[in-house]
C-alpha cells in the first residue's frame, strides 16, 4: 500500500503543477495583448495557488491546484497616441507580466514536475525488485 500511496501522492503533485505550466502559459500568451477599448484595462497576470487536500481513502495529505488569484500590481504604460487602445493622453496600458518572471516561474514548475516524475519512476522500480525478489 505504501508504494500505491506514494505514486498518488506524486501524481497529485504532476496534476497540481501541469495547472500552474497552463496558468504560466496564459500569462506569456497574453504578454503583450492591449486592451480591446481605449482607456481599458489589458490581462492581468495570473497566479497558480495550491491547495492541500486529505485523500482519505489513501490517508495522505495531497495537492491540488487552488483557486487562480489575479496579480494586483499596476499595469505598465507606453505612449503610443497612434494605438487603438489609447488613452487621451497617448499612453496605453500594457499587462503586469513579466517575461522574465513567468520564465523563471515555468523553470520551478517543470523542475518539481520532474521531480514528481522521479518518484513515480523511483517507486515503480522498488516495486518491480520487490516482485522480482518474490519470484526468485
Given amino acids: 500500500m505504501d508504494f500505491l500511496r506514494s ?3 506524486a501524481a497529485s503533485g504532476l ?3 501541469a495547472g500552474r505550466i ?7 500568451a497574453n504578454a503583450d495583448s492591449t486592451a480591446a477599448t481605449p ?11 495550491f491547495r492541500k487536500e486529505f485523500d482519505r481513502e489513501l490517508g495522505a ?18 505612449y503610443d497616441p497612434g494605438n487603438p ?3 487621451v493622453n497617448g499612453n496605453v496600458k500594457l499587462p503586469n507580466v513579466s517575461s522574465l518572471v513567468e520564465q523563471m516561474d515555468m523553470r520551478q514548475a ?12 523511483a517507486t515503480r522500480r522498488m ?5 522480482d525478489i518474490l519470484r526468485a
Fill in 85 to 87: 487602445a489609447a488613452d
Fill in 110 to 121: 517543470q523542475r518539481s514536475y520532474e521531480a514528481n516524475l522521479n518518484v513515480i519512476g
Fill in 39 to 49: 482607456g481599458g484595462d489589458p490581462y492581468r497576470r495570473k497566479i497558480a495557488t
Fill in 127 to 131: 516495486l518491480q525488485r520487490t516482485i
Fill in 61 to 78: 495529505q495531497t495537492v491540488d491546484l487552488g483557486r487562480v488569484a489575479r496579480d494586483q500590481s499596476d499595469f505598465r504604460t507606453r
Fill in 22 to 28: 497552463r496558468v504560466i502559459s496564459e500569462n506569456i
Fill in 7 to 9: 505514486i498518488a501522492i
Fill in 15 to 17: 496534476k497540481a503543477q
